[in-house]
Every structure is written in C-alpha cells, then in structure tokens.
C-alpha cells in the first residue's frame, strides 16, 4: 500500500522558470516531509524538509508548501536551472520517527 | 571520502545463487537501513538497524538476511536469488537528533541483476 504518490513522472520546464513537484499522502499520521534529487548512478540526496507545523519552508530557490488537510505538498524550483534535472523523490515520516515513505519519484527535465 | 559507501556497484548473477552487498558510513550514525528500489521505481524500505539492533523488518523473504557487525557497518546477504530480486539496492544512515528532524543519507546504490 503505496502512501506516499506522486502522480507524475515526468515535468519539462524551460530554463528560468518555475518547476513544480507535487506530492500526495494519504497518512494522516506523518508530520514530517522531505523531499530528495537523484542524479542517475547517485543515490538520493537530502534537498528539503517540512514538519507540519509550518506550511512553507524555503532554502534558496526551493520552496516546500503543505497542506496538510488536503494531505499534499509541493516543491517549487525558481529559477529553474539545467543542473536541476533529476529525479525527485517525496518522502515523509512521523516526527522523530525512523521510517521514512517515498514516492515513486518525478524525473525533471529543464530545457536550456 | 565517501559518507555512506556500497560495494559492489554492480551485480550480475544468476538464479539460485548466494551474493552479498556491504555498506559502510562514516559518518557515526547510529541507525543503517536497507531500501529496494523495484522496477516502478519505488523505493521501499527493507530493514533499519540501530546500534547493531534490527528495529524495522518490513514484509521481506527470509532469503533475505542483514547483519549489522557494528553500527558503521550493515550487509545485506540474499540467499537463492530470484528473477524478482533484481532492483536497485541502496543502503542509508541517519543520525536520531533530538528533535525529530532525521534525514537519510543514502549510498550510491547497488544494481542487481538476476539471470
């Protein structure tokens, strides 16, 4: 039973604009979300996280939102940049818990 | 130096044998997991150690065994491979902070082939 979903496998973005990942979960006991980029050949890596007691973080040009009573959240990249194209996987987790779910990934594509 | 390394990178077997995947971090964590990666890209957690004790045992054949010789180490050992065993398999650390705010870090990965 899959409860963490990304519904999309693929975006292409054009360079300099706005990527936007989307993420859906359908436990309402997770409290704490990720989200990580894999370059092929690489394992995952930590980009950003949220907890649920905000609705935004922000770390350059990342920027995580939750909602939580809607059970989603979303990843923004702006500027996009070439270097950006990758897989991006959500995860997410109870706080201070050490089992971590993930989605199947969306591979992101910025065009130059 | 590489924080959380495994070995081999590839693997090509066949059916029925026995192979082992080590994985080493350097970065003093106290929990080790192990995640397969299957064909629709899923990533799913398999087993997670702490301080060398098995804490998570997802629904994962016995053929299947971890064995954590210390915290910096956890080794996956499959017994008599199958077809569906080739994935991606990729070991990861996280260190408990204190404030719920883990994260994993993850190695790069080992590709297993099964004939």
């Known amino acids: 039973d899959q409860q963490v979903k990304q519904n999309s496998p693929s975006l292409s973005v054009q360079e300099g604009r706005i990527s936007i990942l989307n993420c859906d979960y359908t436990n309402s006991m997770f409290d704490y979300f990720l989200w990580y980029k894999k370059y092929p050949a690489e394992g995952p890596t930590f980009l950003i996280s949220i907890s649920s007691i905000k609705d935004k973080n922000e770390d350059g040009r990342f920027t995580v939102f939750l909602n939580k009573s809607a059970k989603h959240l979303s990843l923004h990249i702006v500027p996009s940049q070439p270097g950006d194209s990758a897989v991006y996987f959500c995860?997410?987790?109870?706080?201070?818990?050490?089992?971590?779910?993930f989605g199947t990934g969306t591979s992101l594509t910025v065009i130059p | 130096d590489t924080a959380v390394s495994q070995t081999p990178k590839y693997l090509v077997t066949q059916m029925g044998n026995d192979k082992s995947i080590k994985c080493e971090q350097n970065l003093g964590h106290d929990t080790m997991y192990w995640y397969k990666q299957d064909s629709k890209k899923f990533l799913k957690i398999m087993f997670s150690?702490?301080?060398?004790?098995?804490?998570i045992n997802e629904t994962v054949p016995n053929r299947f065994s971890p064995k954590s010789p210390d915290k910096a180490h956890l080794n996956l050992h499959i017994n008599s491979l199958e077809l569906g065993d080739s994935a991606v398999y990729f070991c990861?650390?996280?260190?408990?902070?204190?404030?719920?705010?883990?994260?994993?870090?993850f190695g790069s990965g080992t590709q297993l082939s099964v004939l």
């Open positions: 150690y702490n301080n060398k004790e098995l804490i």
């Open positions: 995860a997410a987790s109870t706080w201070g818990g050490n089992q971590f779910y």
């Open positions: 990861a650390s996280s260190l408990p902070t204190g404030w719920g705010n883990e994260k994993l870090f």
